[in-house]
């Protein structure tokens, strides 16, 4: 879809020109899973697709709510915005409006808009769709109602204020109560970089990912199968009974401490064999996270490939995170020639795999990988070849 037939659905919605026109993108984990929580860092990356915002002041007093991937729309008065029932999609954005006004009391909402989104991340995949659609929203309206974020120079520091406005409107008006590693992603993308990001602190670094003739390529398993909060629930528990057990030899606050050393001296402490598996995961992940940013920095893109592959091992046997959907897809780009590297990304048991494949490869990756999930799961997988985009950016 191009801007200018953005703009005409925009006029064909609302009659009018759009006046401005914004973009966020989507993302997705390179590398650093389950680690957020136990004190490690995560290495996401914005994507090249995302979700795009239109809009145009009203003199009506409601803000419109359409997007060109849903049929339902939305009129909410000024004076009534709260959490709309049913899952209303207009929360992802009716939210960011609202708690830009709670953070910055400076910034009022007088007036109503007619606002049009579009998508092109696939939604409900892993790929934070829903994180998309935050920060456009917190970008344009920041910028609309002049919070002070938006007009103070330091642009890091604005971008994540961005990101942490999403972050609570999807805990609050999406019932969600996730981390920030999406919305940040989103926030703080660069183009041809990754963000080494700590989410406890926030503290993040721009990688350089020089992909000369290779591509990242994302799977959709479209499998009805997701990692729900009572297996979520789980792996925090296990890793906190981890924590317990090994605090009794050595003091820690976060499993993220330990190096593949220190597991050594401490695992005989840890009597729950579950617990001992997750806890064996969070250390191995968290030493290959940091390698991983290592290698990128050398440019040595085939061992990072490598320890993407160790991470699928991981959560498939210590973390029990994965189920015969992402294995068959994973196990399926392992075998084929050209692939550098294949894991699961996001929480587990559905979303998709990131795998990073020679150019001359993506044709027969495709192929195999398409053909060896269906045999194995009777379901047809879909491919995206991603380029490391910015994030999120006013365009017009
Ligand atoms: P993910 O973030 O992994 O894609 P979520 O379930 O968190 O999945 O978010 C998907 C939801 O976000 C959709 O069901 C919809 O409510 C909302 N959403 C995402 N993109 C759009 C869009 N372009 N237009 C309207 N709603 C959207
Ligand atoms: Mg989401």
């Given at each position: 879809m191009t801007l200018s037939e953005l703009q005409t659905s925009f006029e064909q919605a609302f009659g009018k020109q759009a006046e401005k026109i914004f973009f966020a993108p989507g993302r997705v984990n390179l590398i650093g899973e389950h680690t957020d929580y136990n004190g490690g860092s995560v290495l996401p990356c914005a994507l090249s697709f995302g979700a795009w915002l239109l809009l145009r002041k009203n003199d009506d007093g409601v803000l419109r709510f359409r997007s060109l991937n849903m049929k339902e729309t939305y009129s909410i008065q000024l004076s009534a915005i709260k959490p709309q029932p049913n899952r209303a999609w207009c929360n992802y954005a009716l939210g960011c409006i609202d708690i830009i006004g709670q953070r910055h009391p400076e910034a009022k909402l007088t007036s109503g808009y007619d606002l049009l989104y579009y998508g092109n991340v696939p939604a409900g995949?892993?790929?934070?769709s829903s994180a998309a659609m935050e920060v456009v929203t917190a970008r344009a309206f920041t910028e609309e109602l002049s919070a002070v974020c938006y007009q103070q120079s330091d642009d890091k520091a604005y971008r994540t204020e961005l990101a942490k406005i999403s972050q609570l409107c999807e805990q609050q008006y999406a019932g969600v109560m996730c981390g920030i590693m999406d919305q940040f992603a989103s926030a703080q993308g660069k183009k041809d970089h990754a963000i080494h990001l700590h989410c406890d602190t926030l503290e993040f670094e721009h990688v350089p990912v020089k992909l000369d003739g290779i591509k990242v390529v994302i799977t959709n398993t479209h499998s009805p199968h997701h990692l729900d909060s009572g297996a979520y629930n789980d792996r925090v528990r296990q890793c906190q009974t981890a924590l317990e057990q090994i605090r009794k030899v050595r003091p820690i606050n976060y499993l993220a401490e330990l190096t593949p050393e220190d597991w050594q001296e401490v695992e005989q402490a840890i009597t729950d064999p579950i617990a001992k598996k997750r806890a064996h995961h969070v250390v191995g992940e968290v030493a290959r996270t940091a390698a991983a940013v290592e290698a990128l920095k050398q440019g040595n893109i085939a061992y990072f490939g490598e320890l993407m592959t160790a991470s699928h091992v991981s959560l498939r046997d210590d973390y029990e995170v994965t189920g015969p959907q992402l294995d068959a897809l994973a196990e399926a780009a392992w075998q084929v020639e050209g692939v550098l590297g294949s894991r699961m990304t996001g929480g587990g048991f559905g979303g998709c795999t990131v795998s990073l494949v020679k150019d001359e490869a993506i044709e027969s990756f495709k192929a195999f990988v398409g053909k060896e999930y269906e045999a194995k799961t009777g379901l047809k997988a879909d491919f995206y070849v991603a380029e490391i985009g910015d994030g999120v950016t006013r365009l017009r």
């Open positions: 995949a892993g790929l934070s």
